[in-house]
């Protein structure tokens, strides 16, 4: 039972797939990392459904047996007024209050409960996206007095993730990038700038997008047909400053791109907040491939400990 | 054709510089084969004016592999007959009280709103891409004399069904949204619903008749003013 909804906690898998033919979008947790993780110290389906509070401000009241964890950005969280660790498994009864406060360093939490949120897929997935009014509960994110279905659950084992294998959320980072699309279009002197330069981000950063801020950047383009866009696209409209789509990005559109952020970098970017500086650096798509296998193995070979 | 890199698990295709029947053939042709032969491999896909966006599972291959598979999928593809693509008729209630620039667009072209609304009918439109919403079909080409930019300031909320034109494109309203195409009627017709199977009335690659209707038709059919 929701007793305050938060600012914006969503219910997310790992997002809607192979429906981009009805121009429904991806959706998904913003920091898919926290999300696999939420999901890993429970010993849950890597797809289980958690709930994505962005910012933070959320109090839920258990009305059943269950264990839960709380990944993501850093925030304080109490479980009936006693703080709780984050990052790893805790039992929760009938009538216990689970409060999750506003993040200090990141800006998207991870709530996780054993088996998951028992939410019906629509359209293949249960991932809310709130500009379609699609998946979640009725499409919308969390209200007060809303049930969180999720099954009782058995308490099984207790682990917790060390703290040295915690991803880290600070307000700088440096973003690897895919060139692609129209990179073609932007010259020599701006493809410079743009992996040269430090960019902002702004106050208009949502699930869509994140606009950022800096020395701006110019292709030759004049009008181009709308075409397919990929998760993590730099989109450059014709004031020269980046935007990088996110999970909810509109499917098509007709800006020219210079490359696409790879996914565990767009995970580092969701965490960040207005004013969190940013570099591009390029790498090529079969190092980008290198990159995710490699994380795949480390997350995979990260031990848990037993709590 | 050209086979460019988009992301870290995306290449996208180009067929052509401009769109045209043909290469919208093309591409649904691709559509067809790479579904069929890539299956195992595939996130998703989204086929536009000219070109054919490909996601695949970075679990289940990689980029060399992939760019062999497209290649192979995409070749002798040139000669693919046009596919027909079903045809689908869409009413609509075409007046300047279900499409409120339907008077400009006519001054703007010199015409009367009776032949903006005629010559929106005589064409066959394709579907060109969908996205932007859901259930939002792009539907091309919108014949020159009743061509219009959007709209300089944007509307905040254009209603379900809207019948637009932009450019030389025109298409329906899925739901309630914020919008800057030229309104000129209002189609009854759900264009995405979620409850139905399938969801919508059309697919890329279809063809789209207009089909003028009265008031009284229109709420008949469900439509609301």
Request: charged share 25%; aromatic share 8%.
């Amino acid at each position: 039972m929701v007793r305050q909804p938060g600012l914006l906690s969503l219910l997310q898998d790992r997002g809607r797939y192979g429906r981009h033919d009805l121009g429904l979008t991806t959706g998904g947790p913003l920091d898919i990392v926290a999300f696999y993780w939420a999901n890993r110290i429970l010993d849950n389906d890597p797809n289980a459904t958690c709930l994505e509070v962005g910012f933070g401000g959320l109090a839920v009241e258990s009305e059943i047996e269950s264990s839960f964890v709380v990944t993501g950005a850093e925030a304080p969280c109490k479980l009936n007024g006693d703080p709780v660790a984050q990052w790893q498994t805790r039992d929760i009864s009938p009538g216990d209050l689970l409060e999750i406060g506003f993040a200090s360093r990141g800006t998207r939490i991870y709530l996780a409960v054993r088996g998951g949120f028992d939410i019906p897929p629509s359209f293949g997935s249960a991932s809310t996206v709130v500009r379609e009014k699609i998946g979640g509960l009725d499409g919308d994110k969390l209200q007060a007095g809303d049930r969180l279905p999720c099954k009782p659950a058995p308490r099984g084992r207790h682990c917790l993730l060390a703290e040295h294998d915690r991803p880290e959320y600070g307000d700088e980072a440096v973003l690897r990038v895919v060139p692609g699309y129209q990179q073609a279009a932007f010259g020599p002197l701006q493809q410079w700038r743009f992996f040269n330069s430090e960019y902002r981000l702004t106050e208009r950063c949502d699930r869509m997008g994140f606009r950022l801020e800096g020395e701006s950047v110019h292709s030759d383009m004049v009008g181009m047909l709308s075409e397919g866009i990929c998760h993590g696209a730099v989109q450059i409209p014709a004031d020269g400053q980046p935007i990088v789509l996110m999970n909810d990005r509109q499917t098509i559109g007709g800006y020219p791109k210079i490359g696409s952020v790879i996914g565990i970098d767009t995970a580092r970017l969701a965490q960040m907040s207005p004013g969190g500086k940013v570099r591009f650096e390029a790498v090529s798509i079969e190092k980008a491939h290198n990159i995710y296998c490699l994380e795949r193995a480390r997350f995979a070979r990260t031990p848990l400990e037993t709590c | 054709m050209r086979i460019e890199v988009a992301g870290q698990n995306a290449f996208i295709v180009y067929f052509a510089e401009q769109t045209s029947p043909e290469v919208s053939a093309q591409i649904q042709a691709a559509v067809k084969r790479i579904s069929e032969q890539m299956r195992d491999c595939l996130v998703d896909l989204v086929p536009s004016y000219a070109s054919l966006l490909v996601l695949y599972d970075l679990e289940q291959s990689d980029p060399f592999a992939i760019r062999q598979l497209l290649r192979n999928a995409l070749t002798g593809l040139e000669a693919v007959e046009t596919a027909e693509g079903t045809l689908v008729t869409l009413p609509v209630y075409y007046s300047p009280e279900s499409g409120p620039d339907l008077e400009s667009l006519a001054a703007r072209g010199g015409l009367g709103v009776d032949e903006v609304i005629e010559i929106h009918q005589q064409f066959e439109y394709r579907v060109y891409a969908i996205g932007f919403a859901p259930g939002f079909a792009y539907l091309g080409e919108v014949d020159e004399r009743i061509a219009a930019p959007r709209l300089a300031t944007p509307r905040q909320k254009v209603p379900r069904g809207a019948v637009a034109i932009a450019d030389r494109q025109t298409a329906v309203y899925p739901a309630v949204s914020p919008g800057g195409w030229n309104l000129i009627g209002l189609c009854p017709t759900r264009m995405f619903d979620p409850g139905k199977t399938p969801s919508m009335p059309v697919r890329v690659g279809d063809r789209v008749r207009f089909e003028a209707i009265g008031r009284d038709d229109f709420i008949a059919r469900g439509g609301e003013l």
